[in-house]
Nanobody, 118 residues
Framework: QVQLVESGGGLVQPGGSLRLSCAAS????????MSWYRQAPGKQREWVAG???????NYADSVKGRFIISRDNAKNTVYLQMNSLKPEDTADYYC????????????WGQGTQVTVSS
């Protein structure tokens, strides 16, 4: 019933931009904190950015100043605007929804691939 459906991944040249979207269904979206994680080949999944239900944002140092996370509660969607992309940003990107108090109500998206290459 719960789905986090990601879109916007693909190929982009270094220095380019890409916007990822994650559309949620089956949850009361407005009460969830939302995050983006990524996992590069051979590496552990890492947290990239997060936005609380109140709209506060935080970023990993590796993307700070380049990426922007935002949410549109009317559309049940969280976005990740990625600018000044680097080859090291290449990874599978995952959307994650966190309930404020019930861990069993946390959900992952299926992932979308981002490749930054010249």
């Amino acid at each position: 019933q719960v789905q986090l459906v990601e879109s916007g991944g693909g190929l982009v040249q270094p220095g380019g931009s890409l916007r990822l979207s994650c559309a949620a269904s089956g949850i009361i979206f407005s009460i969830y904190g939302m995050s983006w994680y990524r996992q590069a080949p051979g590496k552990q999944r890492e947290w990239v950015a997060g936005i609380t239900s109140g709209g506060s944002t935080n970023y990993a140092d590796s993307v700070k100043g380049r990426f922007i996370i935002s949410r549109d509660n009317a559309k049940n969607t969280v976005y990740l605007q990625m600018n000044s992309l680097k080859p090291e940003d290449t990874a599978d990107y995952y959307c994650y929804a966190e309930h404020r108090s019930i861990m069993r109500r946390n959900y992952w998206g299926q992932g979308t691939q981002v490749t930054v290459s010249s």
